[in-house]
């Protein structure tokens, strides 16, 4: 399956810790994003990488949060000194700027963090 | 006014019927329009994207698209029971920016 691949899915934490979420594009995309989503709402943009340039993020977002997309293929997000507020589900998705699929985002499974 | 809006339902339609669902957005220079289905618990699925105003079908789905009005719709046929879902409208306005509705519920009583 080509498809894109979030790692982990699920993670409990305590509030304060770090952690650290992975993203696996599909091969052939040169675009990913990372969204927030909680109940009841719509995917809620965090950040944008065009290959390895990170080339937007969101002003909601904290300090707290950072991504990564090191020789534009996977990617990371990390939240540090993890809040309650910070519990969602995590949502990678990419899309191509090319081709016949041109801008259509193709999401991942998510990670669902979980702050206690 | 919210960018891009969705009654949030459920919209309830007994199975075999059209499943009729809107969405309005505000960005006049939005270029790309997308749908897509989430499950309790899952991820979004991408069922349908448009980009020219008219009608696009495939399968059961049809999307609509009328710019003037800022309005798109899905129409789904026949709906079954595994249709039963959040269906999340998605706008792209030519950056990298997509934003999304807050979903409509969609239930297909048997």
């Known amino acids: 399956d080509t498809g894109v691949s979030q790692d982990p899915r699920h993670k409990i934490t305590k509030r304060g810790q770090n952690v650290t979420f992975r993203c696996d594009p599909i091969?052939?995309?040169?675009?990913l994003y990372w969204y927030r989503q909680t109940l009841g709402q719509g995917p809620e943009f965090l950040t944008y990488f065009q290959n390895e340039a990170q080339l937007e993020k969101s002003r909601l977002l904290s300090d707290r949060f950072s991504a990564e997309r090191p020789k534009g293929s996977f990617s990371t997000l990390e939240i540090q000194r993890t809040e309650q507020g910070d519990s969602a589900m995590y949502l990678c998705?990419?899309?191509?700027?090319?081709?016949?699929?041109?801008?259509?985002?193709?999401f991942g499974p998510g990670t669902r963090l979980t702050v206690l | 006014q919210k960018e891009v809006e969705q009654n949030s339902g459920p919209l309830s339609v007994p199975e075999g019927a059209i499943a009729s669902l809107n969405c309005t957005y505000s960005d006049r220079v939005s270029q790309s329009f997308f749908w897509y289905r989430q499950y309790s618990g899952k991820s979004p699925e991408l069922i349908m994207s448009?980009?020219?105003?008219g009608d696009k079908e495939d399968g059961r789905f049809t999307a609509q698209l009328n710019k003037a009005s800022q309005y798109v719709s899905l129409l789904i046929r026949d709906s079954q029971p595994s249709d039963s879902a959040t269906y999340l409208c998605a706008v792209h306005s030519g950056t990298y920016k997509y934003i999304f509705g807050t979903g409509t519920r969609l239930k297909v009583l048997a």
């Open positions: 998705a990419s899309s191509s700027s090319t081709g016949i699929s041109y801008n259509e985002q193709f």
């Open positions: 448009i980009y020219s105003n």
């Open positions: 091969s052939e995309h040169n675009r």
